[in-house]
């Protein structure tokens, strides 16, 4: 056969993948391979079985060829072959020998004489090192190796930054902290067409910088125009709409405690792509908040017909559940979540806090120390870890788990709340001050209602240091968040009334008692406060007498 007629025959094992023919694409590419015995025929003859999922078939072509050990894509190709097959111990031996340290930098031992033939290669590929190392990532984490798995997704990303899967793996599995993300970041060397990728990169991190570097990112990525000359006056595109960038966005949103924000935008993008499924988690945590229970049912169902075999449909149908306060059923769902889907970190949590919300303490710590141990770079397992500790008064331990929680994640306000709300407890005053306004400092200009019991913490602190100017102050300020509050309307009356203001004492023991008429202690201080402007009265009418 003519050279040239085994050239079309190539063209059209190509366009049978393109079109998806699989069963061609194999036929005629094991005539071509029979032919010419071309190591790049005989790649495009496994290629093509690999896509038909014939992955024995491809693996034994490929590791009989005598340019297995020469060539990395042989090699790597039927690595995925046996990935494919989950055999995760056969698959790191096919990558062979390497060393990897913990900045992410690594070293094949046999690769000084391998070579990489590729005829169709493009412009711009991804480098083979980095899927290899990503491939290595995923055999050990497979194997539950997760500290071997993260370093060599660190390697993936360091070996080529638009590697996305591996820092996907690294973000979404939670295994760095913020410290060590921000480290990675900046080690990352992009090419100056992309630039852009960098920034995108940091907003798909833990989000938890001011609020004005935050924005500063979202704005900038909006103008982008990857690579684009700009200063073309016909260029348009942007990545404004990106449905990504939103999702990004969305989950800041959550982080911030905005959650009507959040759900609006996450509704937004769901009506323009309702399977993005990345998206769907944090539209899922913003209608708990928000008690939105009919959009639960409702999504839950569509995600369980159409995604029956993930974790997250039925991570859906628990949140269902927790929303209408029926924990058990929300338990069994958020467990079949976590077994679908060990590493679904939301599932984790979400069958903790179904533990905790019937005070089953036990239950609940044996779910977030799971989920601390699968996700070491998430705070909030040890976060609620903390909590379940305060919750039974054990403040000593609940302020180790805390101060814990902030060195994964530094810059979380919820972390400094919980810690002055242990010093509250303890009644180290000046202590819990100070972390309620490092709470205060790292929140958004513009404070939701999920903040204002931070406020009113504050202003009991102050109160009980006999600041109390500045605990009416706080006070006055959290009602500009929530005019239902007893605890504030309580603790503003009580400051009052230590200033020997009893009229104003008076008047908000009064509104206090009007969000709930039975409480005893306003009760009983109304009744002081009532005596004591009565005895007031009496010593004025007294002077005015002598």
Not at 59 to 72: C, G
Request: glycine content about 4%; overall charge negative; charged content about 25%.
């Amino acid at each position: 056969m003519k050279e040239e007629e085994i050239e079309r025959l190539r063209g059209v094992v190509r366009d049978c993948v393109s079109k998806h023919l699989y069963s061609s694409a194999i036929f005629f590419a094991d005539k071509v391979a029979g032919l010419t015995s071309d190591p790049a025929d005989i790649y495009m003859q496994a290629q093509a079985l690999f896509l038909g999922r014939q992955y024995r078939r491809a693996h034994h072509i490929l590791n009989t060829s005598q340019i297995i050990q020469r060539d990395l894509r042989f090699r790597y190709l039927a690595a995925k072959c046996l990935e494919e097959l989950k055999d995760w111990h056969q698959c790191l031996a096919m990558l062979g020998d390497a060393k990897v340290d913990e900045q992410g930098n690594f070293h094949a031992h046999n690769d000084s004489n391998v070579i990489y033939m590729d005829k169709d290669g493009e412009d711009r590929e991804i480098n083979i090192s980095s899927a290899i190392c990503f491939l290595r990532g995923k055999a050990y984490e497979a194997l539950e190796n997760r500290a071997q798995a993260h370093l060599w997704y660190k390697a993936a990303v360091k070996a080529d930054p638009l590697c996305y899967e591996a820092l996907e793996c690294l973000v979404d599995s939670h295994m760095l902290t913020c410290e060590e993300e921000k480290s990675l970041l900046s080690s990352l060397q992009f090419s100056p067409e992309d630039a852009w990728l960098s920034t995108y990169y940091s907003c798909l991190m833990k989000k938890y910088d001011k609020e004005e570097v935050v924005e500063a990112k979202f704005r900038e990525l909006e103008k982008e125009n990857c690579g684009t000359d700009a200063r073309d006056a016909s260029f348009t595109h942007t990545l404004q709409n990106n449905t990504d960038l939103l999702a990004c966005k969305a989950e800041y949103y959550h982080q911030c405690g905005e959650y009507q924000k959040c759900f609006e935008l996450t509704s937004g993008l769901l009506e323009k792509d309702p399977y993005h499924l990345k998206c769907m988690v944090v539209h899922l945590a913003a209608a708990v908040e928000l008690s939105r229970s009919n959009e639960l049912y409702l999504l839950s169902c569509n995600l369980v017909k159409d995604y029956p075999q993930k974790a997250l449909p039925w991570f859906a149908v628990g949140c269902y559940y927790y929303c209408i306060k029926k924990y058990s059923q929300a338990r069994q769902y958020f467990c079949k979540a976590t077994k679908l889907d060990a590493t679904f970190p939301p599932a984790w949590i979400g069958f903790g806090n179904a533990f905790s919300a019937q005070e089953e303490n036990d239950q609940a710590m044996s779910a977030y120390r799971t989920a601390a141990r699968l996700f070491p770079g998430c705070h909030l397992p040890t976060l609620y870890i903390g909590m379940e500790y305060m919750r039974t008064h054990h403040f000593k331990l609940a302020e180790q788990f805390f101060l814990q929680a902030k060195s994964i994640c530094p810059s979380d306000p919820l972390v400094y709340n919980e810690l002055g709300v242990v010093a509250y407890h303890t009644k180290e005053y000046q202590k819990a001050v100070w972390w309620f306004e490092k709470t205060l400092a790292l929140l958004p200009s513009s404070l939701s209602e999920i903040w204002e019991p931070t406020l009113v913490n504050l202003a009991h602190a102050l109160r009980k240091l006999k600041m109390y100017k500045e605990a009416i102050k706080y006070y006055e300020k959290s009602l500009t968040l929530s005019t239902r509050s007893l605890s504030t309307y309580a603790g503003l009356a009580y400051t009052y009334h230590l200033q020997d203001n009893f009229e104003a004492a008076i008047t908000y023991y009064h509104k206090a008692l009007w969000l709930k008429p039975d409480d005893q202690f306003c009760t009983e201080m109304l009744t002081v406060a009532l005596e004591d402007e009565c005895r007031q009265g009496a010593d004025k009418i007294d002077e005015c007498l002598e």
